[in-house]
């Protein structure tokens, strides 16, 4: 446990990710906090005024991995990829992610600021007014916050052999279907019972919402669509 006088903001963070990423993020409490780090609730206010500003704090700190560094002779469209390829990675190892962003004020939270704001200059390169730019940033979030939501497989609580009986019982369920109205869907639930390719369904995803995009810019700004513009 750590001690009072070597309590500090991040330790707190990190602890705080701990326990959401271990339990739920219902389970971060100050006082659970507290007991966790060894101090009494009150150490804890020297570094968050209360819960809200706590989750705002740990929004951030999540949420600093969006905006790397980036190498500024790549075009935008590879560096916008890397920032939702970045989101998706840590909403897969924090899945309480969309959740927290309903509980903040996301313009509180500086590295949200950041990384809409890379995104819009990003966008504005392309051609996009920065209207257009800002609606794109919420698709892409939204979508992101999809593809981790809707992640196909079963609880990750389940066992192999659990999995594996859930998957055959989607199978038959659709099977069930009467074929000659519904052809596709049954000839679809042959491949309901393999073990999905997790990998293959995230890289799917993000070409799907990447292209959209990038077929956009390419209409407007064709020279743009794959490389900088000359500013």
């Known amino acids: 446990m750590a001690h009072a006088e070597r309590l500090s903001r991040l330790s707190l963070i990190e602890k705080a990710l701990e326990l959401a990423d271990a339990e739920s993020l219902e389970s971060v409490t100050v006082r659970r906090l507290a007991q966790e780090l060894g101090v009494t609730p009150m ?36 560096r ?7 989101l998706i990675r840590v909403m897969r ?20 600021n950041r990384a809409t704001d890379t995104a819009l200059d990003l966008l504005s390169q392309a051609g996009f007014t920065l209207s257009e730019g800002y609606a794109i940033s919420t698709y892409l979030l939204h979508g992101a916050m999809a593809l981790v939501d809707n992640e196909p497989g079963c ?8 999995a ?9 369920t659709l099977e069930r279907l009467p074929a000659d109205e519904f052809p ?33 810019a390419a209409k407007r700004t064709p020279s743009s669509a794959t490389q900088n513009n000359t500013r």
């Open 43 to 78: 150490a804890l206010y020297w570094h968050v005024k209360n819960k809200d500003q706590l989750f705002v704090c740990l929004a951030d700190h999540l949420l600093a991995q969006v905006t790397p560094e980036f190498d500024p002779a790549a075009p935008w469209n590879e």
């Open 164 to 172: 594996a009986e859930l998957r055959r019982q989607k199978r038959l």
């Open 93 to 112: 190892q924090h899945r309480y992610m969309p959740g927290l962003f309903a509980m903040v004020e996301k313009q509180d939270v500086s590295n949200f």
């Open 184 to 216: 596709r869907i049954v000839e679809y639930a042959r491949e309901m019972e393999a073990e999905p390719d997790l990998d293959a369904y995230y890289a799917f995803g993000l070409d799907l919402l990447m292209s959209g995009v990038e077929a956009m």
């Open 80 to 86: 916008l990829r890397v920032m939702v390829e970045a």
């Open 155 to 162: 609880p990750g609580a389940a066992s192999a052999m659990e």
